[in-house]
């Protein structure tokens, strides 16, 4: 079946840099944009940005173009998300997600149908 | 501070309805984009509950409706049960500077 399998929780200094890797199965994986979502504890869910997992292309949310690099290996079937420069603030749950089954009409009406188990990732001195 | 604005909090009995409400703006929901909705349970990941605004994903049970007018959406649940508790979120896309896909704050539907 369709799933996406991400990476063990990491811990972290603030300062410091963590790589999240995302890998899928059960689909091709060029052929769908992947997305990364994240969630402090008890907060809410927060768009930080996608690949096109085909050509390569991504888009941030400007809050955090700065500081996050998203990834693929399309030979691993593989998405990765790299965060720098990391604060207590981005201790957090990150997903990572697609659009399998509900395409909309046009890439921006896709919904998130497909969800990784996600990664907490701590950061604390 | 989201750009989709969505009650922290609503509550019902067994059997009873409710609805969430997702308030946006010309930029996201206003401008035509579909609003979908999630359903997350604590400690695990967020599911599809509506997509394209009314539309259920299969294995949704029709006691789940979306709505979309103007700059809002609204989320309805009908014949409240007790595992239908969980936090809710709207989510659309926004062509403003502020990022793209976008979520609201959420809301936590407790079954009295």
């Known amino acids: 079946q369709v799933q996406l399998v991400q990476s063990g929780a990491e811990v972290k200094k603030p300062g410091a840099s963590v790589k999240l890797s995302c890998k899928g199965s059960?689909?091709?994986?060029?052929?769908?944009?992947i997305h990364w979502v994240r969630q402090a504890p008890g907060q809410r869910l927060e768009w930080m940005g996608w690949i096109n997992a085909g050509n390569g292309d991504t888009k941030y949310s400007q809050r955090f173009q700065d500081r996050v690099t998203i990834t693929r290996d399309t030979s691993a079937s593989s998405a990765y998300m790299a965060v720098s420069s990391l604060r207590p603030e981005d201790t957090a749950v990150y997903y990572c997600?697609?659009?399998?089954?509900?395409?909309?009409?046009?890439?921006?009406?896709?919904?998130?149908?497909?969800w990784g188990h996600g990664t907490m990732v701590t950061v604390s001195s | 501070q989201s750009v989709l604005t969505q009650p922290p909090s609503v509550s019902g009995a067994p059997g009873q309805r409710v609805t969430i409400s997702c308030t946006g703006s010309s930029s996201n929901i206003g401008a035509g984009y579909d609003v979908h909705w999630y359903q997350q349970i604590p400690g695990t990941a967020p599911q599809l509950l509506i997509y394209?605004?009314?539309k259920r994903p299969s294995g949704v049970p029709d006691r789940f409706s979306g709505s979309k007018s103007a700059t809002s959406a609204s989320l309805a649940i009908t014949g409240l049960q007790a595992d239908d508790e969980a936090d809710y979120y709207c989510?659309?896309?926004?062509?403003?500077?502020?990022?793209?896909?976008?979520f609201g704050g959420g809301t936590k539907l407790t079954v009295l």
């Open positions: 059960g689909y091709t994986f060029y052929a769908y944009n």
């Open positions: 997600a697609i659009t399998y089954y509900y395409d909309g009409i046009n890439y921006y009406d896709d919904p998130l149908d497909i």
């Open positions: 394209a605004n009314t």
């Open positions: 989510q659309s896309y926004d062509s403003s500077l502020s990022g793209l896909w976008v």
